[in-house]
């Protein structure tokens, strides 16, 4: 089992920054695979970043490698997505997921067993 809670969502505007947070926990929490969804009223649930917590390597599904930055803190067992020169259009919920095992493709939500709750970030223009 995994427990995780996102939080650092709010309103901003276009070009701003956010810096989401998702504290996990969990037996042998040391591995496992966390990413970053998103999903917007009416579409599916959409992968954005994963990263494997052992050694901290990443992948990335959308196209947002320039302005968003996965990191993880092991002594606060917390990911963070970084995110910068934010658009309206990356208004949506977010939501991080864990799995223990690797899935391809990865982007998709059933990938992934364990979801936090979700955190809405709005983008002005």
């Known amino acids: 089992q995994v427990h995780l809670v996102e939080s650092g969502g709010g309103s901003v505007q276009a070009g701003g920054s956010l810096r989401l947070s998702c504290a996990f926990s969990g037996d042998s929490d040391s591995e496992m695979y966390i990413a970053w969804f998103r999903q917007t009223p009416g579409k599916e649930r959409e992968g954005i970043v994963r990263m494997y917590t052992p050694n901290g390597d990443t992948d990335y599904y959308l196209s947002v490698k320039d302005r968003f930055t996965i990191s993880i803190d092991n002594a606060e067992s917390t990911v963070y997505l970084q995110m910068n020169s934010l658009k309206p259009e990356d208004t949506a919920m977010y939501y991080c997921?864990?799995?223990?095992?690797?899935?391809?493709?990865?982007?998709?939500?059933?990938?992934?067993?364990?979801w936090g709750q979700g955190t809405q970030v709005t983008v002005s223009s």
């Open positions: 997921a864990a799995n223990r095992w690797n899935s391809y493709p990865w982007f998709v939500p059933r990938a992934f067993a364990f």
